[in-house]
């Protein structure tokens, strides 16, 4: 088992910047995925950026204004997120998934972009 727990969402006006963190419980580094996905109402659950499998991968509507990092000391990965536009609206998400064991969730930070 693998508890997420998510930090740093808020109110942001639009060209503004917003940190995430995701924290778990145990160690990150055999994770096979990991990372973040935002789901705002209405609409479904998309991948916003994610570690999986050694490779980086982000949504064309977040690339290079978002950066997804990790720390595998602390057990934990990051979202910049730079030039916030009010599209980028949603409950931000943290997911993990490990090999045959199952994936896991976090509880969500809202990220609000709004004048």
């Known amino acids: 088992q693998v508890q997420l727990v998510e930090s740093g969402g808020g109110l942001v006006q639009p060209g503004g910047s917003l940190g995430l963190s995701c924290a778990a419980s145990?160690?990150?580094?055999?994770?096979?995925?990991m990372g973040w996905y935002r789901q705002a109402p209405g609409k479904q659950r998309e991948l916003v950026a994610v570690f999986n499998s050694g490779s980086t991968y982000y949504a064309d509507s977040v690339k290079g204004r978002f950066t997804i990092s990790r720390d595998n000391i602390k057990n934990t990965v990051y979202l910049q997120m730079n030039s916030l536009k009010q599209e980028d609206t949603a409950v931000y998400l943290c997911?993990?998934?490990?090999?045959?064991?199952?994936?896991?969730w976090g509880q969500g930070t809202q990220v609000t972009v709004s004048s």
């Open positions: 997911k993990a998934v490990e090999v045959g064991v199952g994936q896991y």
């Open positions: 145990r160690n990150i580094f055999r994770l096979s995925l």
